[in-house]
């Protein structure tokens, strides 16, 4: 579809599409019938905590495992019958290092090319404009296990992208990186992105990372709990968290609880999460006399995903 | 092909780096030479060529543990999480698996050359012709073995297992095979295993070539532990060799097979590098 045509009436490609996937171990249902979609090009992040599934949905869709059911499809081919067809248009980055720290950069990302049959003529261009892009020229004949950690990930990012994916999993790629290198591979995607069009799965632990994606799926317990634009959900699950001080926080829980919203009750600090601006300030007017200090904040995604796990993301 | 090649261009390329595992090589093989020639001295008195007879023995059961042995390459893939790349890339199972033995047996060849280097200036004796013969078995050996060694990795899947399996399966066919104990002295309850032993084959068409018996009449053969007699039915050395390849070719396929199915993702990694 060309850029610029009326969307009425046409349907955008999806790029990636999951209906009723589930996955068992045993008897442990490790993914449980979720169905979902990511547009062509666009970034769509997935967050859950820690053992709620994303591993196993991002191995699925990467080949490595098998599903129990459902069907998954990438541009169209199915995962489990179409394994090379599908491996030949994704590119991952997975959450450990998975590069051969024996030989250099370059050598790495010249046995990427030949498993992914880069035509032979555009190999050392390819590799020039991948280590270009993120900025590690000079890095070419080093190495890998001299590498500090953020040369590696980038190297990673860069090998992701050597084959010209279509579809690029991001497993949490900046997890244990400093703030600086962070934000850089974060230039790097989007520089990417905007030149490739290349449509993005992104699993993370940030929340800021977040919040650019076109689209948010949060994962709990091996179901999508949430699933929209990063606006739409802070305007549903979040629009005031209200953190207040008192003497007697269990009275104020009381009063929470019988009202039927949300709250946590931690060091004698009450966090209330409320949909309904009337019955914030029908707090503030309530308990005026008892508190003894107030913030009142607008929701960010992380309280989108605090409201529905009830989790702190890096629990 | 391309991600044959790649594979085992990869697995060539960190074999040399590796400087120390590279001069132990050297060093092992020498040491094997040294060694057993001195032990096996006394199993080699009275015959035409001891030399041969002992370096066809040691050169096999180098061959043999090198290939078996390589196979920890790509354990060590896994630990290292590059196995992750190899099994996302559109390449089939079998061509890693192919890439893997030929290289491991590539090796292997290489390290049996360098025995029978030394092994001329200990007083080995072979013609240009033996020795393509000779390459050809070790080539022939280092597949057959790469095959099996792969296939008990790929079952394994963890160093500590594999080095067990490898002793247990190691220790018997080694001395099981006739390379260092003549097949002739040992009880009969053993005998079948070692009829079904494929380094029995592989030791025996090695000497045949080694020690230039191509002129033996069938007994002497028998006699001298490189043909053998099983109720009335002789195994020539040449059959002997058949049987090698039949035995390579099941461990190939088991290999590819096993290697194809084996679940690799749900191996535990070791989190090494950024985090």
Same mark, same amino acid.
């Given at each position: 579809?060309?850029?610029?045509?009326?969307?009425?009436?046409?349907?955008?490609?999806?790029?990636?599409?999951?209906?009723?996937?589930?996955?068992?171990?045993?008897?442990?249902?490790?993914?449980?019938?979720?169905?979902?979609?990511?547009?062509?090009?666009?970034?769509?992040?997935?967050?859950?905590?820690?053992?709620?599934?994303?591993?196993?949905?991002?191995?699925? /869709?990467?080949?490595?495992?098998?599903?129990?059911?459902?069907?998954?499809?990438?541009?169209?081919?199915?995962?489990?019958?179409?394994?090379?067809?599908?491996?030949?248009?994704?590119?991952?980055?997975?959450?450990?290092?998975?590069?051969?720290?024996?030989?250099?950069?370059?050598?790495?990302?010249? /046995?990427?090319?030949?498993?992914?049959?880069?035509?032979?003529?555009?190999?050392?261009?390819?590799?020039?404009?991948?280590?270009?892009?993120?900025?590690?020229? +000079?890095?070419?004949?080093?190495?890998?296990?001299?590498?500090?950690?953020?040369?590696?990930?980038?190297?990673?990012?860069?090998?992701? /992208?050597?084959?010209?994916?279509?579809?690029?999993?991001?497993?949490?790629?900046?997890?244990?990186?400093?703030?600086?290198?962070?934000?850089?591979?974060? +230039?790097?995607?989007?520089?990417?992105?905007?030149?490739?069009?290349?449509?993005?799965?992104?699993?993370?632990?940030?929340?800021?990372?977040?919040?650019?994606?076109?689209?948010?799926?949060?994962?709990?317990?091996?179901?999508?709990?949430?699933?929209?634009?990063?606006?739409?959900?802070?305007?549903?699950?979040?629009?005031?968290?209200?953190?207040?001080?008192?003497?007697?926080?269990?009275?104020?829980?009381?009063?929470?609880?019988?009202?039927?919203?949300?709250?946590?009750?931690? +060091?004698?600090?009450?966090?209330?999460?409320?949909?309904?601006?009337?019955?914030?300030?029908?707090?503030?007017?309530?308990?005026?006399?008892?508190?003894?200090?107030?913030?009142?904040?607008?929701?960010?995604?992380?309280?989108?995903?605090?409201?529905?796990?009830?989790?702190?993301?890096?629990? | 092909?391309?991600?044959?090649?790649?594979?085992?261009?990869?697995?060539?390329?960190?074999?040399?780096?590796?400087?120390?595992?590279?001069?132990?090589?050297?060093?092992?093989?020498?040491?094997?030479?040294?060694?057993?020639?001195?032990?096996?001295?006394?199993?080699?008195?009275?015959?035409?060529?001891?030399?041969?007879?002992?370096?066809?023995?040691?050169?096999?059961?180098?061959?043999?543990?090198?290939?078996?042995?390589?196979?920890?390459?790509?354990?060590?893939?896994?630990?290292?999480?590059?196995?992750?790349?190899?099994?996302?890339?559109?390449?089939?199972?079998?061509?890693?698996?192919?890439?893997?033995?030929?290289?491991?047996?590539?090796?292997?060849?290489?390290?049996?050359?360098?025995?029978?280097?030394?092994?001329?200036?200990?007083?080995?004796?072979?013609?240009?012709?033996?020795?393509?013969?000779?390459?050809?078995?070790?080539?022939?050996?280092?597949?057959?073995?790469?095959?099996?060694?792969?296939?008990?990795?790929?079952?394994?899947?963890?160093?500590?297992?594999?080095?067990?399996?490898?002793?247990?399966?190691?220790?018997?066919?080694?001395?099981?095979?006739?390379?260092?104990?003549?097949?002739?002295?040992?009880?009969?309850?053993?005998?079948?295993?070692?009829?079904?032993?494929?380094?029995?084959?592989?030791?025996?068409?090695?000497?045949?070539?080694?020690?230039?018996?191509?002129?033996?009449?069938?007994?002497?053969?028998?006699?001298?532990?490189?043909?053998?007699?099983?109720?009335?039915?002789?195994?020539?050395?040449?059959?002997?060799?058949?049987?090698?390849?039949?035995?390579?070719?099941?461990?190939?396929?088991?290999?590819?097979?096993?290697?194809?199915?084996?679940?690799?993702?749900?191996?535990?990694?070791?989190?090494?590098?950024?985090?």
């Amino acid at each position: 579809m060309k850029r610029g045509m009326p969307r009425i009436g046409i349907r955008k490609m999806n790029s990636i599409e999951v209906e009723h996937f589930t996955k068992k171990y045993g008897d442990f249902n490790a993914v449980d019938d979720i169905s979902f979609t990511v547009d062509e090009g666009s970034v769509f992040a997935f967050l859950g905590p820690n053992g709620a599934g994303k591993s196993t949905t991002i191995n699925t /869709l990467c080949t490595i495992q098998e599903k129990t059911t459902g069907a998954l499809r990438i541009n169209g081919n199915d995962v489990t019958k179409d394994k090379t067809l599908v491996r030949k248009d994704i590119g991952i980055v997975f959450q450990e290092t998975t590069l051969d720290g024996k030989l250099t950069v370059n050598e790495n990302l010249r /046995l990427h090319c030949d498993f992914y049959k880069v035509p032979k003529a555009e190999v050392d261009e390819r590799i020039r404009f991948v280590l270009d892009l993120v900025d590690i020229k +000079d890095w070419k004949n080093a190495a890998v296990d001299s590498l500090s950690g953020g040369l590696k990930r980038r190297t990673e990012i860069a090998r992701g /992208l050597v084959h010209f994916p279509k579809v690029l999993f991001l497993d949490e790629p900046t997890t244990g990186l400093d703030p600086q290198t962070r934000a850089n591979v974060w +230039d790097y995607i989007n520089k990417l992105q905007k030149q490739k069009n290349i449509t993005i799965f992104l699993t993370t632990h940030y929340m800021d990372e977040a919040e650019i994606c076109d689209k948010v799926a949060i994962i709990d317990h091996g179901k999508i709990v949430a699933h929209d634009t990063p606006y739409n959900l802070k305007k549903k699950y979040t629009s005031t968290t209200m953190k207040v001080k008192t003497p007697d926080p269990n009275l104020l829980g009381a009063y929470c609880s019988e009202h039927s919203m949300k709250f946590l009750n931690k +060091d004698g600090v009450v966090t209330i999460f409320s949909t309904d601006v009337r019955a914030v300030m029908e707090i503030v007017s309530t308990f005026k006399g008892s508190i003894e200090d107030i913030e009142i904040n607008k929701g960010t995604l992380n309280d989108v995903f605090l409201a529905i796990t009830g989790k702190e993301i890096r629990n | 092909m391309r991600a044959i090649r790649a594979i085992l261009m990869r697995n060539l390329i960190k074999f040399f780096r590796d400087r120390m595992r590279f001069i132990f090589t050297l060093f092992m093989s020498a040491f094997f030479l040294f060694v057993f020639s001195f032990v096996m001295k006394s199993t080699a008195a009275g015959l035409d060529h001891p030399m041969n007879y002992l370096i066809s023995g040691i050169i096999i059961m180098t061959v043999f543990q090198t290939a078996l042995n390589n196979s920890m390459n790509i354990l060590e893939d896994i630990a290292s999480g590059f196995m992750k790349e190899i099994l996302v890339a559109p390449i089939g199972r079998w061509q890693i698996a192919i890439g893997q033995i030929l290289s491991s047996s590539a090796i292997a060849v290489l390290q049996g050359i360098i025995i029978v280097t030394i092994g001329f200036f200990m007083g080995l004796t072979l013609d240009p012709f033996h020795c393509v013969i000779m390459l050809g078995l070790m080539m022939l050996v280092g597949i057959c073995f790469s095959s099996m060694g792969l296939f008990l990795a790929a079952l394994s899947k963890e160093s500590t297992t594999f080095q067990i399996i490898i002793s247990i399966v190691a220790m018997p066919l080694t001395f099981l095979s006739g390379a260092y104990i003549p097949t002739m002295v040992m009880p009969a309850l053993l005998r079948p295993i070692v009829f079904l032993n494929p380094l029995t084959y592989t030791t025996s068409v090695f000497r045949y070539v080694a020690l230039h018996m191509e002129n033996l009449s069938t007994p002497e053969l028998v006699k001298a532990g490189v043909a053998f007699d099983i109720h009335g039915f002789t195994i020539m050395p040449y059959f002997g060799a058949v049987m090698v390849v039949v035995i390579g070719a099941i461990f190939f396929a088991l290999c590819v097979n096993q290697f194809g199915k084996a679940d690799f993702s749900r191996v535990k990694v070791f989190r090494r590098g950024h985090r």
